[in-house]
């Protein structure tokens, strides 16, 4: 991260002030936070580093905020909760951040019925739940706080601790968090209801004075437990050095400390390396400094801030050698305002040019370069100073066309030249597109179509070459890509390697590789050579086959059809798609070991190995930015991870989900989908 002077100094002064109060708390420890905070700096921002940042007095920029969160999910209560309490620990409020009302989506999962804020047996999304409203100004006036706060005491357990769901049994981690949610909602240190967590956590103390996430399960301190305990007692006005909390001469604030690698990240147990320990710093940076949760809080608006609304949500594909030109604008409910524009991230090559005015920013240039790249804008209203919006944008520059090496389906050697073809370009809902023009390729009619209707493409590049990964807004999805034939007819090699014929008709179109499409005329696909029957209408996936696979089947066009080592001559999309993650598993070099059941809602090690996983292929990543995506994988199981996971077992439904007469995947990551990502990492 780029710290100037002036940041640099800023943060110091701010350290100070952190450093002195917390020297004025009764048995308040310093670790190495300098060390630490370095570490979580020199990382991608996330909702806890956010907060702890924040906490330390280095408090993000909003357009790194706005960056790092623009993921977050709005399926899920759980899914809004880290991310409301970060934007207010930064200062912001979360009814109007990067033109979402993240609060109103909170609210929306509330149960007049059963109190209950998330639907469900969850107690944890309650607990965050009710800490997120309150960091947002949320009073008891307000029925969702005041239902789920009921519901939150309702749900304590006998011994005095609450459970990450109904009937779990008590844990330290959601016990100490449900005791700062309480505690900042209106409940006393003498009331019983604290007490009797305070008495819990006293009870479950290990020896070496930290704690473990619950007994039942392992006695093993983890620095994770230590942190959320420390800032529960701190909440509670408690010193986590006093004699009360002390086991011989060891206190919880020691057990931390040991707990701290010399390089100034944290671990979560001794031998976990950095990339493990991400969230579990951010827990440990907040608790030594004394801090709990929430970090931040702002007063609830006197009045509705305007909505600003950046457009396009998705800017158009460059190609190599083209003009380029997009405008991003920006508008809210006053027609008549204006915007100050700020640029938050932009890795766009220097053939671009980025400006910006009161009116948008534009982007101008003729790309030389083929890649991905990341821009990030913020607008901010000029009339209502605190409503903005901040949107990340992804500009893929296409590789120029080029001419195929082919001779139409029969493979033979010339130069090619382009002819005039006809096309169709047919989505899941209809025609997206139909026209002729010049080709010299099958998938030059994508260039000619994006001119024609204003659709853009996404070639991807995976281990084995390039694919068309999406046409428009369809995007390949499970068993469901973008398919092509010429004259009804599957030729056996990639669209960029087929030199179509004059008059020849090319048609795009979205299937499942089952039969279905959204042309009725085309049956399954077949994605190894055709065969011997060539008058089968058969489709294949683009462009190139994975180099060194070769069909059971001979094939005369040079080892480029599209096939992988089997015993029948043909494969359905879904088949191909097992084989093409099968290798990327193998290319990546994958050695996890998945010995534990995953789920939505933890926060496991475990969980950033699975992503990492799952990131190796575009047909199953988590996330294509931020949070999750590749490079930036955390411990957290979030709905991104669930569909990403359902999506792998989709894929590998004969061995996952077929022998438990499923139909589709579930998210949930047991036995079965345990032995296939065993498996796939250790190379069988």
Not at 263 to 292: C, H, M, N, R, W
Not at 428 to 451: F, H, K, Q, R, Y
Not at 495 to 511: L, P
């Amino acid at each position: 991260m780029n710290n100037s002077p002036k940041k640099t100094h800023l943060f110091i002064i701010a350290l100070m002030v952190v450093v002195v109060g917390c020297l004025m708390m009764p048995g308040c420890v310093l670790a190495d936070t300098n060390s630490a905070v370095s570490y979580l700096q020199s990382q991608p921002l996330g909702s806890w580093s956010i907060m702890a940042l924040s906490a330390a007095g280095y408090v993000p920029n909003t357009a790194s905020i706005a960056s790092a969160l623009a993921g977050t999910s709005t399926s899920t209560a759980i899914g809004l909760e880290a991310p409301i309490l970060a934007i207010t620990a930064a200062g912001n409020d979360p009814r109007n951040f990067n033109g979402n009302n993240y609060l109103s989506d909170l609210e929306s999962f509330y149960s007049t019925s059963t109190n209950d804020l998330g639907g469900g047996t969850a107690v944890n999304d309650d607990i965050f739940g009710l800490l997120a409203l309150s960091s947002a100004g949320v009073t008891s006036t307000n029925p969702v706080f005041a239902g789920t706060r009921s519901f939150l005491i309702a749900n304590q357990d006998s011994d005095g601790g609450w459970p990450y769901a109904v009937g779990a049994g008590s844990d330290s981690n959601d016990t100490a968090a449900a005791l700062m949610a309480l505690m900042a909602t209106g409940s006393k240190v003498s009331d019983s209801v604290i007490l009797n967590g305070l008495s819990y956590l006293k009870g479950i103390q290990n020896p070496d004075g930290g704690f473990t996430y619950d007994p039942a399960y392992g006695t093993s301190t983890d620095a994770s437990s230590d942190s959320w305990v420390i800032s529960a007692i701190y909440a509670a006005g408690e010193s986590p050095t006093s004699t009360a909390w002390t086991e011989g001469t060891s206190t919880p604030i020691s057990s931390l400390d040991s707990m701290q690698d010399p390089s100034g990240f944290f671990e979560y147990q001794p031998g976990y390396t950095a990339a493990d320990s991400y969230d579990t710093t951010s827990y440990a940076v907040i608790a030594s400094l004394g801090k709990y949760l929430p970090v931040g809080t702002i007063s609830a608006p006197t009045s509705t801030p305007l909505a600003v609304v950046v457009t396009p949500a998705n800017i158009p594909n460059a190609t190599v050698g083209s003009p380029y030109s997009e405008t991003i604008t920006a508008t809210d409910t006053s027609a008549s305002d204006t915007f100050a524009w700020t640029i938050a991230t932009n890795t766009l090559p220097a053939d671009f040019t980025v400006s910006t005015s009161t009116s948008g920013i534009s982007i101008t240039g003729t790309p030389s370069v083929s890649g991905t790249y990341a821009l990030a804008v913020a607008a901010v209203s000029n009339s209502v100073p605190t409503s903005s919006s901040t949107l990340a944008y992804a500009l893929t520059v296409e590789p120029a066309p080029t001419a195929g090496s082919s001779s139409g389906p029969s493979g033979g050697a010339q130069t090619p030249s382009s002819v005039q073809v006809s096309y169709q370009i047919e989505g899941p809902s209809g025609e997206m597109c139909s026209g002729t023009g010049p080709a010299t390729t099958a998938i030059d009619v994508l260039v000619d179509a994006s001119s024609l209707c204003n659709l853009s493409y996404s070639v991807r590049q995976y281990s084995f070459g390039p694919y068309v990964y999406q046409i428009g807004s369809v995007s390949a999805s499970g068993a469901s890509g973008w398919l092509y034939t010429v004259d009804s007819v599957m030729p056996s090699v990639g669209a960029n390697d087929y030199d179509v014929k004059a008059n020849d008709k090319v048609v795009w179109y979205f299937g499942n590789g089952t039969g279905s499409s959204s042309t009725p005329s085309a049956p399954a696909p077949s994605l190894i050579s055709p065969p011997a029957d060539s008058s089968a209408t058969e489709a294949t996936i683009i462009p190139v086959a994975p180099t060194g696979i070769t069909s059971s089947t001979p094939s005369t066009d040079t080892g480029k059809s599209l096939g992988a080592s089997t015993t029948s001559p043909t494969m359905t999309l879904a088949g191909l798609e097992k084989e093409l993650v099968s290798l990327e598993f193998k290319v990546n070099g994958c050695s996890f070991v998945f010995n534990k059941n995953l789920y939505q809602g933890i926060d496991d090690t475990d969980v950033q190995n699975l992503q990492t996983a799952l990131d190796y292929s575009p047909m199953t990543e988590v996330s294509s930015m931020g949070s999750g995506s590749p490079g930036n994988e955390t411990n957290y199981f979030g709905r991104a991870t669930k569909d990403a996971v359902i999506s792998f077992q989709d894929i590998f439904a004969d061995d996952i989900l077929s022998p438990s007469g499923m139909a589709s995947g579930n998210g949930y990551v047991g036995p079965s989908t345990r032995t296939v990502l065993n498996n796939l990492c250790s190379g069988k």
